[in-house]
């Protein structure tokens, strides 16, 4: 018996009287779907049916996308073989909340709900080489011929474990898990890949940020609150003949949030920034940071006619806290990515990335920030800042330097960075950022995004 038949066939054994329990809905299927039960019996799965515990789906030739309660979503690809082998969530994080999945092989996007949050061993998928667990919101994961595990992280971090060892993946990165259980994964820089859905299919499609409630709405942990006090980070394009990139950050900011968290409207030193119409095309909260991206009409200090209007692939990035009030006096800390948007040109001439990235601190008297492996993988080029340290002035930071990019400037794109940090003991960082071209008097190519960073 091969290692994913055996996973398969232990699966079975273990749920096969359990039944009966609810564990998932599914919200679209293309094609020929069908769950197998532990005793073999199979139903066809179409939109609306229930899952249960110890279901394998096989989606054969067609798709197949999974809601369940707590919030996660899976999107499943075409010849694809999936585990529902523990799920249980009754509506609360005591421990007791299970998300354990297998994939036995095809490839699947995972976006995760309120399991995990608080409890991460609450949450895995197993495939036949590797366990990857959840530091992360989102990812895509496939199994290859070989029966490696490839992995590749939308947001946050995700682990890849093996007999011999385990890795984190942050966003923006890939990990992989050979097929000899003797080797211990390993970073890679190949980028996994899925088939397109089918010519005019609407096929949802969940990024960063996508972090679900049970009801669908993204999670969301006690939702930053309208009010004055904050320190924020935007960065967003203005458009015209002269096309540009802005960074703008300060400290107390009056903010105008929505009932979960996003937020509406923004002040500071004279400047305004409000959405007028559109979407928050990504968001995400911890409660102590909240970051997003605006897109559709969005009312800003600069340009011509001071409003803009940003297309999906364009947006107004924001991140935004209450700061530290005083930093702590010794020690350093390694923060380590939470959430980002995804990085836009300002003249949207394509799709928007990945980032990735970490921040070290030497708190003290004068306490410092480094910058270490900051990534912007557009997808035409990716842009990097690497080993860049700056002094921190009362709870915030501010560098100018020059990011590293093979294709776009040799000789290094102008960059500026700034950030806070927040949280009542400096849990968090955001961090605001345009990347610019060497070689433009209006900086049409100018990549702008926000992101946030847990100690």
Known sequence: MNKGALILALASAAFAGNAGASAGQIDFSIGNVVATRPDGRQRLLVKGVELENGDTIRTNDGRAQIRFPDGAYVSLQPNTVFGVREYNYDGETDGTERGFFSLLKGAMRAVTGLIGRVHRDTYQIVTPTATVGIRGTGGLIVVLPDGSTLIRGSSGIWSLSNASGSIDVPAGTSGVAPPDPSEPPHETDRVPSVPPAPPGTAWPDFVSGDERTGGGDPVVAAPLQSGSGYAASVAYGVSGDGSYGVLDSGANASAIFNAIGQLARLSFFGNTYQQISGTQTEFGTDGILAWGRWTGTAAVPTGLTGTENYSPDQGLHYVIGMPTPTLPTSGSATYTLLGATRPTYVNANTAPGLFSGSIDVAFGARPTVA?????????????????????????????STTANSASACAAGCPADVSGFFAGASAERIGVGYVISPAASATYLDSVVGTAAFTK
Request: charged letters at 10%.
């Open 371 to 399: 910058i270490r492996n900051f990534a912007v993988a557009m997808p035409d080029q990716t842009y990097s800042l690497n080993d860049v340290s700056t002094s921190v002035s009362g709870n915030a930071f501010a560098l």
